[in-house]
């Protein structure tokens, strides 16, 4: 198996088991909570997700190369199937480290602006369908 399959692989393999957890997780904590009318299943997969992002970068960070499967793994397969969120913080992070506040404040914006209103026009086109 070549280095790109084996990437592809470890991602689908990772991402389906990150796509389950997140939809047991989500009903766990709606069940534990006890609340369905606020999305405390979405709020609990994306604080969870972004910790668990957050630790397995910061460890891979200085114990496997940048190209490593494990990181393609936990952060792309895994977190990236688990939330998306966890990408979108650790990118405002980034960018607030590396480019400053003025970028990262941009980025949040942009995601809800553009984010949101696609969303809606995407409604919109889905009932005339």
Same mark, same amino acid.
């Given at each position: 198996?070549?280095?790109?399959?084996?990437?592809? *692989?470890? *991602?689908?393999?990772?991402?389906? &088991?990150?796509?389950? /957890?997140?939809?047991?997780?989500?009903?766990?904590?709606?069940?534990?909570? #006890?609340?369905?009318?606020?999305?405390? #299943?979405?709020?609990?997969?994306?604080?969870?997700?972004? &910790?668990?992002?957050?630790?397995?970068?910061?460890?891979?960070?200085?114990?496997?190369?940048?190209?490593?499967?494990?990181? =393609?793994?936990?952060? /792309?397969? &895994?977190?990236?199937?688990?939330?998306? &969120?966890?990408?979108? =913080?650790?990118?405002?992070?980034?960018?607030?480290?590396?480019?400053?506040?003025?970028?990262? =404040?941009?980025?949040?914006?942009?995601?809800?602006?553009?984010?949101? #209103?696609?969303?809606?026009? #995407?409604?919109?086109?889905?009932?005339?369908?």
């Amino acid at each position: 198996m070549n280095s790109l399959t084996l990437r592809i *692989v470890v *991602v689908a393999v990772s991402g389906a &088991f990150g796509a389950l /957890t997140r939809w047991g997780v989500s009903h766990v904590a709606i069940a534990w909570f #006890g609340l369905t009318w606020w999305p405390v #299943g979405t709020l609990t997969v994306n604080v969870l997700g972004c &910790f668990v992002f957050g630790a397995a970068y910061e460890w891979m960070r200085h114990t496997h190369a940048a190209d490593s499967p494990w990181r =393609a793994l936990w952060l /792309t397969g &895994f977190c990236g199937a688990f939330t998306t &969120f966890s990408t979108f =913080a650790f990118d405002v992070v980034e960018l607030h480290t590396t480019r400053g506040l003025a970028w990262a =404040a941009l980025n949040v914006a942009l995601h809800l602006a553009l984010g949101i #209103g696609a969303l809606v026009v #995407g409604m919109v086109l889905g009932r005339a369908w």
